[in-house]
Structures are given as structure tokens and as C-alpha cells.
């Protein structure tokens, strides 16, 4: 289980990076220091279930998770900036996409929504739920 989920947050953090105008990303795990007055996404990658697709000896897996990325903007101007951003990663995310790696793993997106804003002082933060899964 360990190299698939590895291959899926590669293919989903590949597709978040690919986002049109999209400010300093912060990745699980990497040092990242935020500058206030600047934007910025915080990404979450959360794997949920691992079951299989079929019945059978070694059947086929379905893994299912969730990759959760707030879009952080600078607070007092305004929740604009923040939706905007949040906007354009739900754009790429598109319900019923598929995004392939090159070993042809195939990652379909199963939907993705942007939750209520709310303030983190110093910043104006919206949440953008992906939910996804895989066959493998």
C-alpha cells in the first residue's frame, strides 16, 4: 500500500502545482515559514479507505481519500483573494477528472468543493475539499 499512496499524493500535488496563479505551496512534512502579506496553500493529503473493488483471490484495490488544500490570503482585504485562489484549485480538481502518472496510474477525481472561509489572523483562510480514488 505504501508506493501507491506515495504515486497518488505525487499525482495530486503534481496537478495542485499546475494551478493557474497559484502562490507558495506548503507540503506535509517540508519546512515552510509563511510571509505575512503573502498568499499561500497548505496542503493536506489524507488517505481514508484501501478495500477491494471485487470479490476474489487479489482482487483489484480501491484506495479513496481526501486531498484538503486551504488557500490562505492576507486578512483585512477582503475575502476575494482567498476564493479566487480557492476557485482556481477547484477548477483543476474538476469532478470526474482523471490524472495519470507515468507508470499509468490513473487518480479520478470524485468531487471537489470550497467550504466556508474563516479568519486565521494574519491571514483570510478557504478551505478546498478533493475527494479521490484509484484502482490499483
Not at 66 to 72: E, G, L, Q, S
Amino acid at each position: 500500500m505504501a508506493n501507491i499512496t506515495k504515486e497518488i499524493r505525487a499525482i495530486l500535488e503534481t496537478q495542485l502545482a499546475q494551478v493557474p496563479q497559484i502562490p507558495s505551496i506548503a507540503y506535509q512534512n517540508v519546512p515552510f515559514t509563511p510571509t505575512t502579506g503573502s498568499s499561500y496553500v497548505e496542503v493536506n493529503y489524507v488517505p481514508t479507505s484501501r478495500k477491494p473493488a471485487v470479490r476474489g483471490l487479489q482482487p483489484q484495490q480501491r484506495y479513496e481519500g481526501i486531498f484538503a488544500v486551504n488557500c490562505y490570503a492576507p486578512e483585512g482585504k477582503g475575502p476575494a483573494v482567498a476564493e479566487t485562489i480557492a476557485e482556481n484549485v477547484c477548477s483543476s480538481f474538476e469532478a470526474t477528472n482523471s490524472l495519470t502518472d507515468q507508470n499509468n496510474l490513473t487518480v479520478r477525481i470524485d468531487y471537489a468543493e470550497i467550504q466556508q472561509g474563516m479568519l486565521d489572523s494574519p491571514w483570510f483562510m478557504v478551505p478546498v475539499i478533493i475527494t479521490w480514488y484509484a484502482y490499483h
